[in-house]
């Protein structure tokens, strides 16, 4: 037995518990573990007789153990019971134990390695402390030589005693086979609040087993079980029966973590409790005899979420014998194994991706054109997964699935309500699709040479305005970006419903090509199209809505100042809810290139668009698609279902640690800074009032809470570096410097920022080199400052100005040219794009004009019209048209411009614009 020493230290658990000097908990629960043990480590290697060092390290121990102990109690490793035993061992003074303890216990968190084997924590006599630590393979899959089985863990809500508990957990560990898939631990909580708690803390759980006889309060005081818990009155939830707790705590948890198998355990009529339950339960028992049946249903649920039908099929496919009289020589390999010349090809890829490679639609396989097997199944499961009542895959990316939605939906006519600012796929089915397009301008960011996102105010006075000039009923869709390229993200249930009491059938069209991620943490979930579109259509169906609808249309008059700046209400009666969502999987989540998917949600598919978009999704992909792509959208829906909610959340600490470090580092902060919510967000959009995500001084803001209030939230991943004060533009920085240089792939810039952003397969490793790199750069830039001349110097800060003072004002949108505004009314702003567009196909009715010419032309007041798209990179969107006009604010723009590369502009030729005669005679 280690020898005890005579001081006593006591852990103090604090019943308050705040987070706010932490980004996250589990951020917190990392260093805490780091600290304990190396403050362990360091108290067990003192020399006798350093009782002021001694003193001090115990203090500190004590604060990390009562900083862990809360937190701890929501995780089944090392678990509540096995943390009492350490926080025991330190008030008996066993330091040694304790150090050998915590070395094993957060070694175990850093690899993960409580997931394949069971970490020994129970330190015996005679055996070297520090000796590494095997443990017990929690399955047999080591002994097979076969990768370890999946992990996870259960929650299981309930008041019972640490015996009870115990025996809960041995019962369940006994039902065990070798023939599971799966292998999972349980942790207990004894209260409603702590199973809120746990649920978001804990990213271990797949399950979540509801017992009956809990109490609703927690013993700690975290904060965020005030915004977990809504706007609940203490009162009525102590005042809740024991029947109705556990199906009201079902809920939260579905709001919150929707993944999750939820299991009611009840000592009540089965048959009464089942017929109330809803949605939320995939099964209910009767109190708990047995568990064989529990244990089951657990790895069953589970296992539907792990299943991917089509990659299992592909996989079972690429193992049959197969004889190729068909397309594809590369099939199977035959054609690279039988080359003298292309071995390495081969080599490189291994043979499994060329047994996978058919062009056939059977033996197990499917068509992608008109699936009735692994492939409409695998689209059912990523419709649950991002909650869409129909999901379809696609492999020619996302700018494919937005012209298969355009065509599906519009008619030659309607009138599309287009953000200006959108991808071009947008403007080139506006094209195919014959639509009259009213352009929506994103408000400008003039100081960092980019835009925001579209205000709702305009977009409720362009509706208003369509309404006035008695076009409403031609006004079809509105088309958005959520979330833009640099992070701004729409209040999309606020959009949808104020839209809806305008026009109660609009169609919502949101690009979500960057945001296939968000579905699957809480915070952001709440800002995407097929969550906001279920949760609008149940709360349209409730009779509570119908009572703040009357009383809302009791009160409103028709007066249009009024109506912008009410907040509206759809009628119940009339409203429906149509939205579509496209999204690139393989931008954000685990897909192979292009792969990408197609989310409805629309009241009147089947009845209205169903065939128009079957002939639509035909047009646009192809008869052979790419099987592996298939494959990978596949396994990608399995990951975020079982791990989303920790991807995301790690991919979001990153950002955070990357933004903490830049802000706080004496070096960096000289030349670069990240763009806070207040100079990408207009403080009329934030009426949260929170500035930024993290202040040098106060620390992390809640990010929750200005996702809550703000008209436009900012996603932390999209982290704006500033680097104006480097008298470097973009362009510069982002080739010459951090591509080339030090192999660092950026996707976008403006003249005086580049864009970071950290995704699901974001490292820590990634992060310090980054941090590296820019420090190296910020010494670079120091030494080359003390080195110029005088001459040198003015030059450089001549740049400096150039990115930090006089950037030139974003133009708007102008307008198109009367000749492509037939039949439109002089209220309104809808355009003829495809007109425009097959009209510059004609030679003799375009030429080229420089610059230069522009500006006199228009002087002498000629209506110069663009014939072409016109693209500079940056901003990456048009600002020119086919069409449209082209204004001074424009010409200025370009002027101003220091871009190598603008699209639909020839430098030596000039804009292509349409002759006078062509608009005149048309």
């Known amino acids: 037995m280690a020898k005890k020493r005579e001081s006593k230290a006591t852990v103090v658990t604090p019943d308050a518990v705040s987070l706010n000097a932490y980004h996250s908990v589990w951020q917190l629960r990392n260093d805490g573990w780091n600290h304990l043990n190396d403050q362990a480590g360091r108290l067990r290697r003192l020399a006798p007789g350093s009782n002021l060092k001694s003193e001090a390290l115990i203090s500190q121990i004590a604060e990390s153990l009562a900083l862990l102990e809360p937190i701890e109690s929501y995780w089944a490793f090392p678990g509540r019971q096995c943390f009492q035993r350490l926080c025991d061992m330190f008030e008996n003074g066993e330091y040694e134990t304790l150090n050998v303890l915590v070395t094993r216990i957060t070694r175990a968190l850093a690899t993960h390695a409580y997931r394949h084997r069971d970490v020994q924590l129970n330190h015996e006599e005679g055996v070297d402390p520090l000796a590494e630590d095997e443990g017990l393979s929690k399955s047999d899959a080591a002994v097979a030589d076969l990768p370890p089985k999946p992990y996870f863990e259960v929650l299981v809500v309930d008041q019972i005693t640490a015996r009870e508990e115990q025996a809960l957990k ?60 809504g706007d609940t009155d203490d009162e009525a939830q102590e005042s809740l029966t024991e029947s109705e707790r556990g199906p009201l705590l079902g809920a939260k948890i579905s709001e919150l973590r929707p993944e999750l198998d939820l299991y009611l355990v009840t000592d009540v009529s089965v048959e009464e409790v089942a017929g109330k339950i809803g949605q939320n339960f995939r099964r209910v028992f009767y109190q708990e005899e047995d568990y064989t049946e529990l244990n089951l249903s657990i790895l069953r649920g589970v296992y539907k979420r792990y299943e991917t039908p089509f990659f299992t099929a592909l996989r079972e496919y690429s193992k049959q014998p197969t004889g190729v009289f068909h397309a594809l020589p590369i099939s199977r390999g035959k054609s690279i194994i039988r080359s003298n010349w292309i071995q390495d090809m081969r080599q490189f890829y291994g043979m499994n991706v060329f047994l996978a490679e058919t062009s056939a639609t059977s033996g197990g396989l499917d068509s992608l054109l008109e699936p009735v097997g692994p492939i409409k199944v695998a689209q059912e499961y990523a419709a649950r ?29 309607d009138i599309v309500l287009v953000d200006r600012n959108c991808h071009k796929s947008h403007h080139y089915g506006m094209v195919l699709g014959g639509a009259l397009v009213s352009y929506l301008d994103s408000y400008p960011l003039d100081a960092y040479s980019m835009y925001g996102a579209v205000p709702l105010v305009d977009i409720k006075r362009t509706l208003l305005e369509h309404r006035r000039a008695g076009q409403l009923d031609r006004v079809k869709m509105l088309l958005l970006t959520n979330c833009t390229f640099d992070g701004v993200i729409y209040d999309v249930e606020r959009v949808m419903e104020e839209c809806l009491a305008i026009k109660p059938d609009l169609i919502f069209l949101w690009d979500e090509a960057w945001f296939a991620f968000a579905g699957f943490h809480p915070t952001y979930r709440h800002r995407t199209a097929m969550y906001t579109a279920r949760r609008l259509k149940a709360r349209y169906r409730s009779v509570e809505y119908r009572t703040q609808y009357d009383a809302h249309a009791a009160t409103l008059g028709d007066d249009e100042a009024a109506l912008l700046s009410t907040r509206l209400m759809p009628d119940p009666d009339r409203v429906r809810i149509r939205v579509y969502s496209t999204q690139s999987t393989h931008k954000t989540l685990t897909s192979l290139r292009q792969g990408s998917m197609i989310h409805v949600f629309d009241q009147d598919f089947r009845s209205k668009v169903q065939d128009a978009f079957h002939e639509a999704y035909m047009t646009h992909t192809s008869t052979s698609p790419n099987y592996q792509i298939l494959a990978s959208l596949d396994i990608g829906r399995r990951q975020v279902e079982l791990e989303g909610y920790e991807l995301v959340q790690k991919q979001i600490d990153l950002a ?8 706080t580092h004496p070096l960096l902060n000289k030349y670069f800074r990240f763009l806070s919510m207040g100079e990408i967000i207009p403080g009329a959009y934030r009426p949260s009032g929170i500035e930024m995500y ?56 403006s003249r005086n920022t580049v864009l970071f952003m950290t995704n699901i397969g974001t490292t820590r490793s990634s992060v310090a080199y980054l941090i590296e790199v820019l420090v190296k750069i910020a010494h670079e830039l120091d030494a080359r400052l003390e080195d110029m001349s ?23 949108f102008s307008h198109f040219h009367r000749c492509f505004r037939q039949g439109g009314s002089e209220h309104t702003r809808e355009g003829d794009l495809r007109t425009a567009f097959f009209m510059a196909y004609r030679e003799e009715l375009c030429e080229y004009v420089t610059l230069p010419e522009v500006k006199k032309l228009i002087g002498k007041g000629r209506e110069v019209v663009s014939a072409m798209f016109v693209i500079p990179y940056p901003p990456g969107f048009p600002i020119l048209v086919p069409g449209q006009v082209i204004n001074k604010p424009i010409l200025e723009f370009m002027e101003a411009l220091d871009t190598r590369e603008i699209h639909g502009y020839r430098p030596e030729l000039g804009f292509r614009v349409f002759t006078d005669a062509a608009v005149d005679g048309e």
């Not at 041995?170 to 999972?184: C, N, Q, S, T």
């Not at 640690?657 to 802000?663: D, I």
């Not at 999209?718 to 240089?741: A, E, Q, S, V, W």
């Open 170 to 229: 041995d019962g369940l560990k006994r039902m065990r086979r070798p023939e599971d898939l799966f292998v999972y631990e349980v942790v207990v909580v004894p209260s409603f609040e702590d199973a809120l708690i746990a649920v978001m803390f804990n990213v271990n759980l797949q399950a979540c087993v509801i017992r009956y006889g809990f109490p609703i309060k927690s013993r700690y005081q975290m904060e965020m079980l005030r915004r977990l818990m």
């Open 385 to 413: 997964a991002f909650g869409a009542q129909h999901t379809f895959f696609a492999t020619n990316g996302t700018s494919t699935c937005n012209k298969v939605v355009v065509q599906a939906i519009v008619e030659p006519g």
């Open 656 to 663: 955070m640690v990357l933004r903490e470090r830049v802000t």
């Open 694 to 749: 993290f202040h040098p001084e106060k620390g992390f803001a809640r990010m929750d809470e200005a996702w809550r209030k703000d008209e436009f939230a900012l996603d932390p991943t999209r982290l704006n570096l500033y680097i104006g004060l480097t008298g470097i533009d973009g362009d510069t920085f982002k080739h010459d410097y951090l591509m080339d240089k030090y192999g660092i792939q950026i996707n976008k810039t």
């Open 790 to 812: 005088p001459a040198e110097r003015r030059i450089h800060d001549r740049k400096v100005i150039s990115l930090t003072e006089e950037l030139p004002p974003l133009p708007d």
